[in-house]
Structure formats: structure tokens, C-alpha cells
């Protein structure tokens, strides 16, 4: 997805989201009273790829619902980050498209981030993230 889609991918399912200066972090997300809103410092991002993917993250804890309490000595933050980063690594690069640019000749990370508009680190969890669900699979065929 490119960063008009995730935009309008908030709008359409009523995520607020608002630019303001957050000098903790670069973005969050809340849930409150029934509803998800997403905060980002645009200040604290030097690049188009930064916002996509703290967008697509933030979007990630909205989506699947993954907030943690601070409060609660049952919450296990990691989990939720875990699954907001999955889903920003599925709605940035879809596997068919990592696929293609790969089978094209595209291998190297840095190649890969400039082709998708990540940065280098993004690239690397989400080309973790695919090994990870293949040798998932392959185990399930295994057994």
C-alpha cells in the first residue's frame, strides 16, 4: 500500500489519525471509548518510507485490535507489537509482489527496501516474517 492508502484505508474504517508533536515516541495508537485513533510526529520522520511504515504500524495495532494496557500485569506488550508489525509487513509488501521483485533479480536488502520504499530494517522483519510462515508451513507438510 502506498501512504494516500493507508490514509484512506483510516478514514474508511473511522481511525482518526492527527500530525502532532509526540516527543517520546515518533507514533501511537490508542483505543478509546469504542473507537481507534492513531497519532504521528511528522517532525521526528525524514523520510516518506519512515511515515509508511509507522502508519502501517500504528494501523496494524488498530486493525487486529492489539492494544496493551500498561496497567495490566497480564499484558504482554511484545505479543501486540508482534502482531501490529505482522500486519504492516502484509499490508507494505504482499508476498506475491516480494516474490516477483526476487525472481526479477532484486536480492540484496537494500535493493529490496528501495524497491518497496522501506527502509533496510523494515525489510529485514518482513523478509523474517515470510521465512518464518515457510519453514511454518513446511513443518505442517512434515508432520
Same mark, same amino acid.
Given at each position: ?17 492527527? !500530525? ?5 515516541? =515518533? ?12 497519532? *504521528? #510526529? ?7 518510507? =519512515? ?10 495495532? !488498530? ?7 500498561? %496497567?495490566?500485569? !497480564? ?10 508489525? +505482522? ?7 504482499? +508476498? ?5 521483485? *526476487? +525472481? !526479477?533479480? *532484486? ?7 528501495? %524497491? @518497496?520504499?522501506?527502509?533496510? #530494517? @523494515? ?5 523474517? %516474517? %515470510? =521465512?518464518?510462515? #515457510?519453514?511454518?508451513?513446511? #513443518?505442517?507438510?512434515?508432520?
Amino acid at each position: 500500500m502506498r501512504t494516500n492508502e493507508l490514509y484512506n484505508l483510516a478514514q474508511a474504517h473511522g481511525i482518526r489519525v492527527d !500530525c502532532m508533536r509526540l516527543p517520546y515516541t =515518533q507514533s501511537l495508537s490508542i483505543y478509546y471509548e469504542g473507537k481507534s485513533y492513531i497519532a *504521528i #510526529d511528522p517532525l521526528q520522520l525524514e523520510t516518506n518510507a =519512515q511515515e509508511r511504515e509507522r502508519l502501517s504500524h500504528e494501523l496494524g495495532h !488498530c486493525e487486529t485490535g492489539c492494544f496493551y494496557n500498561r %496497567y495490566s500485569p !497480564c499484558d504482554v506488550r511484545g505479543r501486540h507489537e508482534e502482531r501490529a508489525n +505482522r500486519w504492516a509487513v502484509r499490508a507494505l509488501i504482499r +508476498r506475491d509482489e516480494l516474490d516477483e521483485a *526476487i +525472481r !526479477c533479480g *532484486i536480492r540484496e536488502v537494500w535493493e529490496l527496501a528501495e %524497491y @518497496f520504499d522501506v527502509t533496510e #530494517d @523494515f525489510m529485514k522483519k518482513a523478509l523474517s %516474517y %515470510y =521465512q518464518m510462515l #515457510d519453514q511454518a508451513q513446511a #513443518d505442517a507438510a512434515g508432520s
